[in-house]
């Protein structure tokens, strides 16, 4: 399954993520698995892409960042995937 996760930097601060990264690595238990990240530009908010089948993995790996960071986590399904799922509901074209 994927999982959004919307990271809040304390104080709009990268430097002690970064520092934690560079020092500690990212700390995924095995089964969670990193896809990608977006940073905005004010270094408020990280988006990132994960994937896992337990939820309880993500709960492990914001336990290691948590001192750094909040947390929102979003089960998401890709576009793709929805789309044809709806589009298999349509029916046909009148």
């Known amino acids: 399954m994927l999982f ?3 990271e809040r930097f304390k104080d709009c601060d990268p430097k002690p993520i970064y520092r934690h990264l560079r020092d500690r690595g990212r700390g995924l238990p095995d089964g969670l698995k990193y896809i990608d990240s977006w940073i905005e ?3 408020d908010r990280c988006f990132q892409i994960m994937e896992c089948d337990d939820p309880r993995l993500l709960q492990e ?3 290691h960042w948590g001192d750094l960071a909040s947390f929102e986590i979003v089960p998401v399904v890709p576009s793709k995937q929805t789309r044809e799922l709806v589009e298999s509901k349509l029916g046909d074209p009148q």
């Open 4 to 6: 959004m996760i919307i």
């Open 41 to 43: 530009p004010n270094f």
């Open 61 to 63: 790996w914001i336990l």
